[in-house]
C-alpha cells in the first residue's frame, strides 16, 4: 500500500482541466503541497461535505469531469451523500475514497470503514463504475479508466496511516472558492 501523499500525487499528476475537491484535513494539505491549482477546491473544514460540493459543480457543469478526494471518514460522515449520487447518476462525476481506516486527521482514531466496505455501499447505492486498489500501478489504471467512462465512479484506494509533514493550506476560503469558480467558468 502506498501513503495518501503518494496516492494523492499519482492522481494528480493525471488531471489535467479537471475540477477536483478534495476533503478537509491532511488530504487538502498534502494536496496543496504536492500541486497546488486553481481547479482545486480544498475543504478546510466541513467535514463529510467533499462529494455534496463535488455532486453539484458536476451537475452544474455536466460536461466537465469532476473529480472528488475523499477520505474514509469524510465519507462515513455524510453517507447520505452516495446515495444521491447514486439516485441521481451524473456521468462526468469520480469520487475516490483514500481509506486508511482511520480518523486521520484527528489523531488516528479508528473509524468504521474497518467493518463497512465503503466501495459496495456506493454499489449498492447506484454507482456506475466501483472499484478497490490498493497499489499505486492499479490506482494509476483504475483512474485512466474512470476518466474516460461514463459514471458516476467511485474508486476506493486503500492507503497506510502514514502522514506528510504538511502546513495549512495558507488560502482562506473565501480566496480558494473565487479561484475555483473562475477556473471552471
Request: glycine share 8%.
Amino acid at each position: 500500500m502506498q501513503s495518501r501523499a503518494r496516492a494523492i500525487q499519482a492522481l494528480l499528476d493525471l488531471v489535467s482541466d479537471q475540477p477536483v475537491i478534495i476533503c478537509n484535513g491532511f488530504a487538502s494539505r498534502e494536496a496543496f503541497k504536492v500541486k497546488d491549482r486553481p481547479e482545486n477546491f480544498y475543504m478546510t473544514g466541513s467535514m463529510g461535505m467533499a462529494a455534496a460540493i463535488g455532486l453539484g459543480v458536476a451537475l452544474n457543469k455536466p460536461q466537465k469531469k469532476v473529480v472528488v478526494l475523499d477520505g474514509d471518514g469524510n465519507v462515513l460522515m455524510g453517507l447520505g451523500t452516495l446515495a444521491t449520487v447514486g439516485a441521481l447518476k451524473p456521468k462526468n462525476f469520480i469520487h475516490v475514497v483514500l481509506d486508511n481506516e482511520v480518523y486521520g486527521s484527528g489523531g488516528n482514531q479508528p473509524s468504521y470503514s474497518r467493518v463497512v466496505k465503503l466501495d459496495q455501499v456506493a454499489k449498492a447505492a447506484g454507482y456506475v463504475n466501483v472499484e478497490r486498489v490498493r497499489e499505486r500501478e492499479d490506482l494509476v489504471y483504475e483512474f485512466k479508466d474512470m476518466l474516460g467512462k461514463d459514471g458516476p465512479s467511485l474508486l476506493l484506494v486503500k492507503i497506510t496511516e502514514q502522514v506528510e509533514d504538511v502546513p495549512w493550506v495558507p488560502l482562506p476560503p473565501a480566496q480558494i472558492a473565487e479561484r475555483f469558480r473562475k477556473a471552471i467558468e
